[in-house]
């Protein structure tokens, strides 16, 4: 196929159209036995793995999900087609690392990422509209910093290995779950830990979550698709290029759920949801006010870690240890409500941004 086709990503009916091909696939998939209201969260998933890894005991989300997988290597398969694979890094690597993890921990306070908090609300949960509020203010307050100054530096080329090094953990991750692959009623092979029951026990089969994933990375990273840069450059500049890419995700994630048979609207009783709307509020906005400070919400992070960039990878891996953070001291939320540690938690992490914004900020003149 002619590599002029893929150009039509990066125009506005382009990025339409991946936003339809995420939110039937994500519909497909949770019809295909990923968890309701759940086909694709990268926030949970990142979770999952994480519990698959040992990172965190929480028995009920514990499962290498390969969508997340295919995303980092589809991202990078359309790199390198489309020479775009560079790598470079060295932009306030700690700092993306604790956005990271205080990302995670908002999201684990509400439940879901951008992705999931769009998909639970076309799934008919309600509550998603607390986490979609408390999303955009978090965005709305990065860029009042990003207006003031603010900026993590400049990454800089480096070796060519730094670039593959997170597509080769991914593929590594691959590897265990082929050669220590789930066995029924059995919660561990080998070195990776398996869910038989709850959330984690529910996924689509090995091979389509796999080929799904490769098909989103790879649109993903040809049109730029980003739920945060979506609302970010709407309240800047009033651009609506990619935030049609989100509208259209939620609105074909919605059409596939009506054929599918898979809306329940309604507060109470939302898979792998609470009601406490404060805090779907204030876990989001934390999570929005790191994924500005950041630069990219957690697909987008993945997709750019594909194509090279080990700042993105790094604020990765804090969102994998942000969710063994949030497992192992009570932080994370279940549809019981928040975890007895949720709150302070979703403070100190508001408190932790507001001082990277405030501190990482150019001179201006």
């Given amino acids: 196929m002619s590599k002029k086709v893929f150009t ?95 990302a995670m921990i908002g999201g684990l306070v509400f439940l879901g990422c951008p992705w999931r908090a769009a998909l639970r609300l076309v799934g008919g949960d309600g509550n998603a509209i607390f986490g979609l509020l408390g999303l955009i203010t978090g965005i709305w307050i990065g860029t009042l910093f990003l207006k003031n100054g603010y900026n993590l530096g400049r990454s800089q080329p480096t070796h060519t290995t730094v670039g593959w090094l997170m597509p080769l953990t991914m593929l590594g991750f691959l590897v265990l779950m082929l050669i220590f692959p789930q066995i029924a009623g059995q919660d561990k092979n080998g070195v990776l830990f398996y869910s038989v029951k709850g959330p984690g026990s529910m996924h689509a089969p090995l091979i389509a979550s796999l080929v799904i994933g490769l098909i989103i990375g790879f649109i993903a990273q040809r049109s730029r698709f980003c739920t945060m840069g979506a609302i970010r450059d709407f309240i800047l500049f009033r651009q609506i290029h990619l935030l049609l890419g989100f509208i259209s995700l939620a609105v074909f994630a919605f059409l596939t759920n009506l054929i599918l048979g898979q809306f329940n609207p309604g507060f109470v009783k939302q898979p792998v949801a609470h009601t406490i709307g404060l805090w779907n509020f204030g876990g989001m906005l934390l999570a929005g006010l790191a994924f500005a400070l950041a630069g990219g919400c957690p697909g987008r992070q993945l997709f750019l870690a594909g194509e090279g960039d080990g700042d993105a990878a790094v604020f990765v891996f804090g969102m994998i240890v942000g969710a063994g953070i949030s497992h192992n001291f009570g932080l994370a939320s279940s549809p019981n409500g928040v975890g007895p540690y949720g709150i302070p938690a979703v403070i100190i992490g508001i408190l932790v941004c507001l001082f990277i914004g405030f501190t990482m900020r150019k001179q201006l003149s």
Avoid at 38 to 53: K, P, Q
Avoid at 68 to 96: D, N, Q, T
Wanted: aromatic content about 12%; some cysteine; glycine content about 12%.
């Fill in 8 to 102: 039509f990503f990066a125009t506005r009916w382009g990025i339409i159209t991946v936003g339809a091909v995420i939110g039937i696939l994500a519909s497909v998939l949770q019809k295909l036995g990923n968890p309701p209201n759940m086909g694709v969260c990268v926030a949970c998933f990142e979770r999952d793995i994480a519990g698959a890894l040992g990172l965190h005991r929480a028995e009920v989300v514990q499962y290498m999900r390969p969508e997340i997988i295919g995303f980092v290597l589809g991202a990078m398969i359309a790199a390198y087609i489309f020479k775009e694979f560079r790598a470079r890094a060295g932009s306030a690597p700690i700092a993306r690392f604790i956005l990271g993890v205080f």
